[in-house]
């Protein structure tokens, strides 16, 4: 029952791809020849492949030294400033390319795009370099300084392959965000892969085309997981029993005015600039020639739609979790490792999936509730599957067995022994998945109900009009309700003791 259950989760997770395939296969041939032979799609590959570079390579530097800096040296104020450099990550995207936009109008096209992203995506470098940095042992770093090894030679050779496993994870992260970003990319105007199926879809409802896109899009990102993967950079996993408590961290001597100006140049023009954006058009004002619409209102859409998918998603993520954690056999492993399909799929590709899918077998669905509330569940499904298994990890095995067999059927162990232990674990993954999809703009300017109206979007609606100071409270929210998760976020990986990936 319970693989027939997890399976059959999986197969809806995964149904995206197999309609995405559907629908390119029946734009035909000469369809595809037409639009593969437009010049359109080498521009596409280039951006793609020039911006991918870029970024990846400056969010690498600057995550990996500002981690370097917060974990092996002696930096006055390290806690503030790992906090602060985290914090970014509250931010959308698009809400930071319209801080920049709004406030420097020079700020767009590719270096735009390269400066705005690396400001975005640095952290998700960060946060696994630092956690690496902070519980892995630091000893071969001291036994490289006693032999003479200067630190920069210490740097290269130790420290940095210490660090391999986190920086190759990050800037896969990275490569995949950037494939599937939409909304700081239309405001940057810079054209992508995202921003071109966007347009063909929305402005032409050429479905064939955007299929065809979208299937060079996923299989973009699966070629990345699967580079990834044959990198070999994963390492083997090594438990630690402790930190770096008795590691002495590295004086900076001369070097410490220019780390404080470098680490403040990165939060301010990460946060600070959008702070400061915020702000102004807070104090400047709402004025628009465009409809007034409900702040409370669009709140509470957000929220509610957010939910919904929460629930759905974490209720779902159970039986998979499950059937992972009481069979430890290839096929439980296989099951939960295609859970995670939908990390390769962007925003844009899955929401065109269930809007094909939605026309071509569920008509009454179109521009429905459900339909968004899927694409949600599709969408971040693996950030619940994660906290679920996490908090299943922790639970004593034999419990269930112990349970059973005192006579107490299955369904009530479930609801009665393991629910009650994983609790912490479920809470989690509800409210990641709500407070992620609450800022949600790609999938939700397809999917959403007509008439409907989320933070997001609504956001949209006045920064597409150059409606800024209207656009701000809707910003601000979002940003607000995004901070409490990052913390979270950032004290989750950075505080425990955990197991560490080495080369």
């Known amino acids: 029952m319970l693989p027939a259950l997890a399976f059959a989760i999986i197969v809806v997770l995964a149904s995206p791809l197999a309609f995405v395939g559907i629908q390119a296969a029946q734009a035909g041939w000469d369809e595809a020849d037409r639009l593969f032979s437009r010049p359109l799609i080498s521009t596409l590959i280039w951006h793609t492949v020039e911006l991918s ?14 981690a370097f800096l917060v974990e092996r040296t002696d930096l006055p104020g390290r806690r503030t400033w790992t906090t602060l450099l985290a914090l970014p990550l509250a931010v959308p995207e698009f809400v930071r390319g319209y801080s920049w936009v709004s406030l420097f109008r020079s700020v767009h096209g590719y270096w735009g795009a390269v400066l705005v992203m690396t400001c975005s995506l640095y952290p998700l470098v960060f946060l696994p370099v630092a956690a690496t940095l902070r519980r892995g042992h630091s000893g071969a ?29 990050g800037a896969l992260l990275v490569s995949l965000y950037l494939l599937g970003e939409y909304g700081a990319f239309a405001m940057l105007r810079y054209t992508t892969f995202a921003t071109a199926i966007f347009t063909e879809y929305k402005l032409g409802f050429d479905a ?11 299989g973009l990102a699966l070629l990345l997981l699967g580079l990834e ?5 994963r390492g083997r996993v090594v438990v630690t029993s402790g930190s770096n408590r008795g590691a002495r961290p590295a004086r900076l001597g001369r070097g410490w005015l220019p780390a404080m100006a470098g680490l403040t140049a990165v939060v301010g023009l990460s946060l600070g600039v959008p702070l400061y954006a915020l702000g102004y058009w807070l104090l400047k004002g709402s004025s628009t020639t465009l409809p007034s619409a409900s702040v409370i209102g669009a709140t509470f859409t957000s929220l509610g739609y957010a939910f919904a998918a929460a629930v759905v998603a974490t209720a779902a993520a159970v039986p998979i979790a499950l059937f992972a954690w009481r069979r430890n056999s290839r096929l ?25 899918f939605a026309i071509r077998y569920a008509q009454p669905l179109y521009q429905q509730p459900p339909l ?62 709500a407070l992620t999809a609450s800022t949600e703009l790609t999938a939700t300017l397809l999917l959403r109900p007509t ?20 656009a701000a409270p809707y910003a601000a929210l979002m940003v607000a309700m995004s901070v409490p998760p990052v913390l979270l976020l950032t004290r989750r990986s950075l505080g425990a003791d955990h197991p560490v990936e080495t080369s």
Request: proline share 6%; glycine share 10%; hydrophobic share 55%.
């Open 53 to 66: 570079l870029a970024v990846t390579l400056l969010t690498a530097v600057v995550g990996f030294g500002a």
């Open 141 to 169: 770093e001291e036994v490289s300084r006693s032999l003479g090894k200067g630190p920069w030679s210490t740097l290269w050779r130790v420290t940095l392959p210490l660090c391999r496993p986190a920086l190759a994870g």
């Open 208 to 218: 064939a085309s955007a299929s065809l896109l979208t299937l060079v899009l996923v």
């Open 229 to 233: 993967a044959a990198s070999g950079h």
């Open 332 to 356: 439980a492993r296989t099951a939960e490792r295609l859970a995670y399909v939908t990390r390769a799929l962007p925003g844009i590709a899955v929401a065109l999936s269930v809007v094909f």
């Open 372 to 433: 968004l509330v899927t694409g949600y569940v599709i969408l971040f499904f693996p950030l619940a599957l994660t906290a679920v298994r996490a908090a299943l990890a922790q639970v004593p095995p034999g419990v269930e067995e112990v349970a059973r067999s005192l006579g107490t059927r299955p369904t009530l162990v479930l609801a009665r022994v393991t629910l009650p232990l994983i609790r912490p674990g479920l809470g989690a993954a509800l409210a990641m998945v």
């Open 451 to 470: 008439g409907t109206q989320t933070l997001a979007t609504q956001f949209w609606v006045y920064t597409s009009g150059l409606a800024y100071g209207a």
